[in-house]
């Protein structure tokens, strides 16, 4: 169990509301609210057991604002399918991209009330798929280490094997703000249990809800300060400068900060001053458009994979000389291990490792010798400052595979998440700078 004392201090300022919406937003599902006591007692247990003092009101969706001030979580749960207008979806996408958080429950394990929330989200971010978050993300951690659950044999029963709590979810700059529970946790949050349903047992299901709105509270009160800086570009704009640098398109969530990257580009821009002048494209590395960049970046979040042509075409790459810049953004472990996979399965004679401080790319623009980090690091290392740690793969001497497992995007935004194992902002700006100024002088 983690210290939150922090964290309480926000959710009991903002007296957060959960927001349940009601009837009117269902049309035919009665019930919507089929367990009437499931978020009263859960935030009743809370109050009790961890001190945070949240409060719980019920609306329908006309009454609900867009403006996450009025409500900083939505919550709905169900059985049967539905649709939103597309006025509706319109104003949940922007309630989220402005800061708030939306929670879906399937009532008992509900498939058609799960479909109806897949497709939903489809059409509301068509840019952002839905995402399984793996066990290292910090809803998992954000209060209790929640690596594992106990489910009802329903669970069991419906065809998945596991003990790993399920949840996917639409995440933008670093944040959740959409989040769906595969299998029932309001039964739980009840007190209710029997071996025929698709729920988590009480106590796993109370220890997600405590994450769940320890999770939302904090990222809440990130997400106004840095509301700017994080802003969601559905589009990114285009650019005419004279060397491109690409943004590697893969299927999954590989854009995961949208102004970090370009925040880069710009204060290299300026820092440097030489007379050439980053631009940015996306491509899918079986694009031969790659060719034409000296550097590619690739990062996420969760597990992803490369297909057969996305391999080729990054070993290609990779022969004729490009640099494969690659971040674990917020350092997430399944990112790393996904992202080291892939490079010994492309180039199964080399091996990343660690790139000495002696490296001409500590040196130019800035020479760097430690960089701060982050809260969550931090307490990981027990250190405030470190040298900084990049990994790379040599090709005649010249490092064209360069490689952070810590995460470097939202210090190029100032904007780095109280979840995040990285680098701040002004050495993640620095390392950044350099890796580019390598890419285009070795």
């Known amino acids: 169990m ?7 201090a926000v959710v009991l300022f903002l007296q957060a509301v959960v927001a349940q919406e009601g009837k009117e937003l269902y ?23 961890v001190g945070a003092n949240f409060q719980m009101d019920i609306r329908p969706m006309d009454k609900i604002s867009s403006d996450p001030e009025q409500n900083p979580v939505l ?27 939306i929670i879906y429950n399937t009532g008992l394990g509900s498939a058609p009330f799960y479909d109806s929330v897949v497709k939903e989200l489809k059409l509301m971010f068509p840019e952002q798929p839905l995402q399984r978050l793996t066990a290292d993300h910090p809803i998992f951690h954000s209060y209790y280490d929640v690596d594992k659950v106990e489910y009802n044999k329903g669970v069991q029963a419906s065809g998945y094997v ?6 996917e979810a639409i995440e933008i700059n670093c944040r959740v703000v959409v989040l769906v529970s595969r299998w029932c946790m309001s039964v739980g949050w009840q007190g209710d249990s029997k071996d025929e349903w698709q729920s988590y047992k009480p106590e796993s299901a109370f220890r997600l809800g405590v994450n769940i709105m320890n999770y939302a509270s904090s990222m809440r009160a990130w997400a106004k300060d840095v509301a700017e800086a994080s802003k969601f570009q559905d589009k990114l704009a285009s650019y ?8 590697v398109v893969y299927d999954g969530v590989w854009k995961t900060r949208h102004k970090g990257l370009p925040m880069l580009l710009q204060s290299f821009n300026a820092k440097t001053g030489i007379p050439v002048k980053f631009g940015l494209k996306e491509l899918r590395l079986s694009d031969s458009g790659i060719f034409n960049s000296p550097i590619i970046y690739l ?20 022969e004729n000389g490009g640099v494969l810049f690659a971040e674990a953004c917020c350092g997430r472990k399944a990112f790393d291990k996904a992202f ?3 490079m010994t399965a492309i180039l199964p004679d080399k091996k990343l490792e660690l790139i000495p401080q002696s490296s001409s790319l500590f040196k130019d623009p800035n020479k760097i010798e430690s960089v701060g980090l982050t809260a969550a690091l931090m307490q990981e290392s027990k250190e405030g400052r470190a040298a900084p740690l990049l990994f790379g793969i040599q090709r005649n001497g010249i490092y064209n595979v360069i490689y952070s497992p810590f995460g470097l995007a939202g210090g190029w935004e100032t904007a780095q998440s109280p979840y995040a194992r990285g680098v701040t902002d002004s050495g993640a700006l620095q390392i950044g700078q350099n890796i580019l100024m390598y890419s285009l002088t070795q």
Do not use: C
């Open 240 to 247: 005419s400068d004279t060397v491109s640098m690409a943004q």
């Open 340 to 342: 080291r996979e892939i």
């Open 162 to 167: 596991g003990n790993e709590p399920f949840f």
């Open 299 to 318: 990062t996420g979040h969760e597990h992803f994979e490369l297909n057969a042509d996305e391999k080729a075409g990054l070993k290609r790459y990779l």
């Open 75 to 101: 919550y709905r749960s169900g059985h049967y399918r539905f649709a939103y207008s597309q006025a509706e979806r319109d104003k949940l996408r922007q309630y989220v991209l402005d800061g708030g958080m």
């Open 2 to 8: 983690k210290e939150i004392i922090g964290f309480l």
């Open 27 to 49: 049309g035919d599902d009665v019930y919507w609210n089929a367990t009437p006591n499931d978020v009263n007692n859960l935030l009743k247990s809370m109050k009790d057991q």
